[in-house]
């Protein structure tokens, strides 16, 4: 990889300090993330030249997104500037038996809102090898789906390796939705990162065997999806990432 | 007054910490706000039996406009729950000769979405003598404007006290558009409360001699404005409030 | 329960902020708390109509333990205002091996001075169907321990069901005043809560072949110490809660 | 001066953070403070031999009292431990327009509520040539009073200067009882500190021609005022101090 | 200007929370500073090419300074990382009549220690029109002053123009040597900005008639002296900056 | 043990607060430590009286240092004052995974640029009956080795207890010079404390079968150690530490 670019929202982070919860916080420490913005800044911290594209408002909240990515050296000259509001989530971490919660407040986001015209592509990926985004920026609205298959045609046009992280999020779209969508998009992706629920959900892509509801795991299975999927969208490289969710102990035994 | 209603919007007001600026913020300070709740606030903190009414969404940030508001013991119990978004306004305290700023994200939320239908004025004004609005909520949307009409038809219907702070905001509506819209309202208002600038912005009404960019106060002029608010909406009362703009000279002399 | 009606004290309690010990702290985090105004806050929480009495001075601390009841949906107006000062107690919190500690200081608090006369139990007992105290408010002081008992005579005289939980604390009186006085009240009780321990210190009563100290549990034998409460004072109903002492082994394996 | 002893209460101040008011507050910042201690503080500032005497409880809040004394280098071995509570003040800051508020909670303290037997005068003395406390410390309470005349009777034995500042507070006693209280402690004062209003309110000494509520300001008649006081109590001297009320313009011309 | 190259100590700046003194200090807020890094930000802020260098050591208080800079989007890429330590200052703000106090913990910083061979100038300077330093950074060792001579003549050499800001430190050099090496230095340079103190302290340039400790300003002076360091070292600009010291009345009238 | 002793170097500790990482802190806790004073504190706090000594820079920095540790009951009154810096260490408390990463800044301290002239040890001395230093203070520079060495001769001609804890430090110097300077101060060394690694790492002392790297621990080749250190260097006592590197569990099992 000799330059990444990575497209898709940045969002203000609010959290409450400490451990307070939404209903009791009079203070929220401020940052900024997003999936494919911290892809850039893991890239970046690994030395690895990064861009990221995005739209964000001309505004001082958008200029504190565009600010925070150059601290951790992420290119931020591809950025358009323009819209109205930065898109926001709110973040209660838990505590003991009490799990963290997130409420989102990204609709209407300059990037949600943005037009196919706003980016040029064949400019943005001068000098880059390697095109990342997720199933989460053509789920943000119609036009930036729109800009996802233009981006991705540009890319290919231009040789440029494409990698897609499925992340299905049922608050944006609906399966059958999201699975026309990302069926176009897939023409054009040479790698895919996919867990298994995402497989299913999107593609309808199942393994033999497997119960992601029960916990059950089937190792086997996820060479099924991969295949799958490599088969499926004739792809160069397909990744199956597995989370467990592990019971927390802090506190007692 | 024995009970006293008042409708708006409530925003979440994010505020850097300390003198930090928006570029710089890393730590927001959370409280509640708005035009109509600020005076519900006021009355009840005087003792007076005042209660609030608005949309707000279910989840926890809405709640904790409510919480906020009943800490300060006004009435929550009228106000509707639904909607995707609490609207928002970032401030940046000014510091010495650097000016405070505010950045609006108000847009979309629950009280600009909130359809006719969501509020029982008749029930809503059991009880209640008086009832107080400004014009900033019929600018948040036209579906806003028609129920603050539908509110003020209620009211009169009922015998109950109109009164309305014309506070003309230039970000959410045209002259034009507020004039018309406004003009409509006043048919059922009791009291105006307006400044000079307002009075003509909103209706063109202005004082002979007066010349509000020079900063030349006339004060008669004030009376004839409050006297051809009255002749042409057949007010009870009229209200000119004035805030000087004063030069700040903390740090020296 | 249509509406429940808790009364006790409502102390300020004062933690260090972060980690760090008393001897350490340049700040507190402030709160408000107390027995019972956590069981109003709890059940207005789940919507039912909960008010808490007590008596609060008229200064602006005391007003703070109004506003925070407020926020959390508690009716306030029942409690009565004067005295001089509002119980305050300092929490360590503990972290890894070491324990957290807490130093009382509720001596000499509004609630313990106040006066049978303050409290117009017909009155505040209007249109209530449940009365909750705890074992520490008669503790409080004499006249406090007279006030439980001319609120739970008003209870049971106007059918409003009566419970309590003993909750007794060695610091605030002794286990033979504790049996005299709680005896009393207990007259007045429908529903009693207690564990065992306190069953045993305030009233003797103590299962066959338990023994606290060792940690061994006898299940059985809740139901003996329950079966005897109930008895003993003619109980609607009895609940021995059971709260296990776990060794904390966050840090280390 | 070789070694002064000063003796009286050290409260903790709790004050909220930032410029929030007491109802609003979630923090307080928590400092030690007391008219004495704060000379103590001051001398030892300067390098004097300065030792702080009080009666303070064992527990941890008592201690951090201690430390915060030894922080600023006040000799604290001669303080007594026991009783039940450290005396408490609320400082709310003002703002603006908005002045401070202070809200004591003293009462009760464990230098309130100390015996006379708690402190060996003599003991306390060696090596000191100068004992300083103030009217507040007499006003606590009756043993306090006594306590101080045990302690300038005992300085007075063994040659050790005595200064008292008069610091009259209406609060905690009446105009009658300070008189009668600190005439008997004056016989053993050599050098007594006061302003015009305090040599008014506890022993009825007024200049001719000033009236201290109209702000009027006589110098001559300070000069009277200590001349007075030096003939009543056959004082050494008499050191009048002078505090304007100067009205605060920040924020405007 | 195409772009600017900045070159000098950028310092870790350590200053108490709020307006705590530094014997009070639990906590200290942390940025970075230095006269010719600030050059560098505000550059950028205006939107022009603006590179800082300087050496700063390869360990994460190093990176923060060089993180701090991107953030501001200043050019970080001629950085030269090694040596062993950040330059650190303490300030303590002042309050109303307490003065701001600053101790600088600088020396032995890695620029300080830095060798002529670290930079290669040549290369920094490509694509660079104007090279801006100024008199700290000679100051702050030998070797320091001698990076800074061959920046000069590199900066001659590509036809860079060279401005220097004199800022004489009394903490660091002594009149004599200040004059010695600036006059050197002075050699290379387009632009000098100074005021009628360091004109006069390192190059003994003094206008007729003006008395900088008596606060008398004599405007045709700085003209004179203008145009003597123009003559001098044969400038192509001279600039003369006034800082009046202003005293701060905040709090009282 | 009547009175204490300890001599070596205190530091600012300077961590991020909460658990944010170096590069991302905007905020440092500030607290004082070192191994030595460490030792003094905890013996204050157990009501022994306890002495620190140490070079300390007369400005704030260095008064904060000193204030911090008559908190805590240190006796400080034999604390050198001159030089030019406090040492400083930064640290960045670890979180689940993340160890914790420590960047000393201490060269060039008040101490390790002390002269054996500051201390004059027959009078620091008076009315101890202990002395207290680690291997780290040797290490700081030669002539702070000499200082020990002064001090080590001066103990053992009054009679004090010596007692050292090895502490071997690789940052501050070799395992060669280590060795031959710690030798000739053990001559004077009644008490020596160390770890199996120290032991081996100064003095080649080893225990048959032990393994360090390879976490074998051989409880009987503890004995050996100290047996050996006790033979070598003629001491009193040799106690051997050991501390385990437990793999840390929170947030999940």
Redesign the interface.
């Known amino acids: 990889m000799k330059r990444v670019v990575t497209f898709g929202e940045i969002m203000l982070r609010?959290a409450p300090?400490g451990y307070y919860?939404?209903?009791q916080?009079?203070?929220?420490?401020?940052?900024y993330g997003g999936g494919e913005a911290n892809v850039a800044v893991s890239l970046a911290g690994f030395g690895i030249d990064a861009a990221f594209v995005t739209k964000l408002p001309k505004?001082?909240?958008g200029?504190?997104a565009v600010?925070?990515l150059?601290?951790?050296?992420v290119d931020t000259s591809l950025i358009v500037r323009g819209g109205?509001?930065?898109g926001?989530y709110?973040l209660?971490k838990g505590a003991s038996q009490r799990p963290s919660?997130v409420?989102y407040?990204r609709?209407?986001s300059a990037i949600a809102a943005a037009a196919e015209s706003d980016f040029d592509w064949d400019k943005i990926f001068q000098g880059a090898d390697w095109f990342h985004f997720t199933g989460i920026t053509p789920a943000l609205s119609d036009s930036a789906a729109e800009i996802c298959l233009a981006a991705c045609k540009a890319a290919r046009a231009k040789g440029v390796t494409v990698s897609c992280d499925l992340n299905y999020r049922v608050n944006l779209w609906s399966r059958e939705k999201a699975g026309e969508v990302m069926s176009k998009l897939m023409e054009f992706v040479d790698v895919c990162i996919s867990n298994e629920e995402d497989a299913f959900d999107v593609f309808g892509i199942k393994a033999s065997g497997s119960d992601v509801t029960s916990g059950i795991i089937n190792n086997d299975g996820y060479k099924e999806v991969a295949s799958a999927l490599i088969k499926r969208f004739e792809l160069k490289q397909a990744a199956i990432t597995l989370r467990e969710s592990?019971?927390?102990?802090?506190?007692?035994?």
């Open positions: 609010l300090e919860r939404f209903v916080a009079k203070s929220y420490g401020a940052t505004h001082e909240i200029q504190g600010n925070n150059r601290e951790f050296a109205d509001r930065v926001i709110f209660e919660k409420i407040d609709a209407h592990i019971f927390c102990v802090i506190n007692c035994i």
